[in-house]
T-cell receptor, first 109, second 119 residues
Framework: KQEVTQIPAALSVPEGENLVLNCSFT??????LQWFRQDPGKGLTSLLL?????REQTSGRLNASLDKSSGRSTLYIAASQPGDSATYLC????????FGDGTTLTVKP | GAVVSQHPSRVICKSGTSVKIECRSL??????MFWYRQFPKQSLMLMAT?????????EQGVEKDKFLINHASLTLSTLTVTSAHPEDSSFYIC???????????????FGPGTRLTVL
């Protein structure tokens, strides 16, 4: 059974700071891995999808990396903004997506 | 990207009644759909996987007689919460995959979720 761990559970940073969110998973036989953000009381917003054959994906200020063999992924957020405040979830997909508990990010103005 | 819709977005019902939630893939055929549940301040937990035309596969601990899943077409899956109780109050999110064959490029697309409140 896939187990997903996200560290840290919560993070508070001042605006403008660069930050890294970490995700580890136990079953490395994945097809892809997605990073999502979830605002309070809302659904999921897909941020980045990394296929198992890829090492990283970039979208704007976001960069996600994947080390499939070691079961790790990171989400790098550059020049953080208050609008980035949300819970970030990673979901490796080995046939079905399994979610971590998320990292709740607060970016202070 | 592909779009998945859910209806209703929010529902309030009395204890003991049944509630049906619809999940539709709007611009692609979804051979496989997934239902997740999210309790407050917790992550998404997979409840069941459904393939079009066959019975759903439920995760351990999920009562199949309480959470009825029907995936009768390639664009529609329904989740019926039978005899709902307050502890069933949760955020239910469906997801659809646009391909029957597992492969690197089969992304799961997520619906916006349905918030169920049972009084």
């Amino acid at each position: 059974k896939q187990e997903v761990t996200q560290i840290p559970a919560a993070l508070s940073v001042p605006e403008g700071e660069n930050l890294v969110l970490n995700c580890s998973f136990t079953d490395s036989a994945i097809y892809n891995l997605q990073w999502f953000r979830q605002d309070p009381g809302k659904g999921l917003t897909s941020l980045l999808l990394i296929q198992s054959s890829q090492r990283e994906q970039t979208s704007g200020r976001l960069n996600a990396s994947l080390d499939k063999s070691s079961g790790r992924s990171t989400l790098y957020i550059a020049a953080s903004q208050p609008g980035d405040s949300a819970t970030y979830l990673c979901a490796p997909n080995a046939g079905k997506s399994t979610f971590g508990d998320g990292t709740t990010l607060t970016v202070k103005p | 990207g592909a779009v998945v819709s859910q209806h209703p977005s929010r529902v309030i019902c009395k204890s003991g009644t049944s509630v049906k939630i619809e999940c539709r893939s709007l611009d692609f055929q979804a051979t496989t759909m997934f239902w997740y549940r999210q309790f407050p301040k917790q992550s998404l937990m997979l409840m069941a996987t459904s393939n079009e035309g066959s019975k759903a596969t439920y995760e351990q601990g999920v009562e199949k007689d309480k959470f009825l899943i029907n995936h009768a077409s390639l664009t529609l899956s329904t989740l019926t919460v039978t005899s709902a109780h307050p502890e069933d109050s949760s955020f239910y999110i469906c997801s659809a995959r646009d391909g029957p064959i597992l492969g690197s490029y089969n992304e799961q697309f997520f619906g916006p979720g349905t918030r169920l409140t049972v009084l």
